[in-house]
């Protein structure tokens, strides 16, 4: 459904310590950031036009079309996050941050992003994991995080853009691995190498449309290769899988 274009307001959010200034067409944008509101001056700012709309409509469209699945319908100022979204992920990379795509959920202080195809049941297994530890886990984010990468570190930050569930928290934890979900009949994990994980990686990373951008991307995915552990879990959405999951990333220990 198609909206009215109306003035909102300019505020300030801040994501992955970064203030960010934006410059929305409809208010929505700002409740949909309620959580990640700031009183600072902005490092950077975005502002969203029509055409950036219509982009985001088109875009939109043909995913559904390569997915076989009928496109939703969806209002303008719904669409207005994803290119608010696009422009933010386009100016973090200067800030050594990565747009991922993937659940994060800490526990006991420590990030462990999953990550697959579409489908696959990323929120399904942190669900899991919530269920199983309980007050130890805190969701950070349930769709798209924010990593930055460090000389010695990856960090993951919750954002707004947490899915259908709206699943995240203001907060930022030290990334101590990454999983590649996949299903399986039986739950089983195994430490997989960076250069195997590498084409996920790539996958799943927001990718720029300039190559100077681009470049930047793919220095940060080098980083996160050496800074974090790799695993493939094959997985049945048994309530043990978050079980066999976590011990397996930590040697055992529970």
């Not at 505020?11 to 960010?20: G, K, M, N």
């Not at 303008?76 to 100016?91: G, H, N, P």
Request: proline share 4%; with cysteine; aromatic share 10%.
């Amino acid at each position: 459904m198609k909206q009215n274009c109306r003035l909102a307001k300019p505020f300030c959010i801040r994501l992955a310590d970064t203030a960010i200034r934006i410059d929305p067409m409809f208010d929505y944008i700002r409740e949909y950031c309620r959580d990640y509101l700031a009183d600072e001056p902005a490092v950077f700012a975005v502002r969203v036009e029509p055409g950036d709309i219509a982009f985001e409509r088109e875009r939109s469209a043909k995913e559904a079309e390569r997915e076989g699945r009928a496109d939703g319908i969806y209002s303008d100022a719904y669409l207005e996050t994803l290119a608010v979204y696009r422009k933010i992920a386009e100016q973090m990379l200067a800030y050594d941050t990565l747009l991922f795509h993937g659940s994060v959920i800490a526990v006991d202080g420590a990030g462990y992003l999953f990550t697959a195809k579409s489908g696959t049941g990323k929120s399904t297994h942190t669900r899991l994991w919530r269920e199983r530890f309980g007050d130890r886990a805190v969701m950070v984010n349930d769709d798209k995080p924010l990593l930055k990468v460090t000389e010695d570190s990856v960090i993951a930050y919750g954002t707004p853009w947490d899915g259908k569930h709206r699943l995240s928290t203001n907060c930022s934890v030290p990334l101590k691995a990454v999983c590649i979900l996949t299903r399986s009949e039986e739950n089983r994990i195994e430490e997989i190498s960076p250069g195997e994980a590498y084409q996920m990686l790539l996958q799943q990373t927001y990718r720029p449309r300039d190559g100077a951008s681009m470049l930047q991307t793919l220095k940060l995915i080098d980083g996160m290769m050496r800074n974090t552990g790799f695993y493939r879990l094959g997985c049945n959405m048994d309530p043990d899988a978050a079980r066999v999951a976590f011990e397996g990333m930590n040697r055992g220990l529970t």
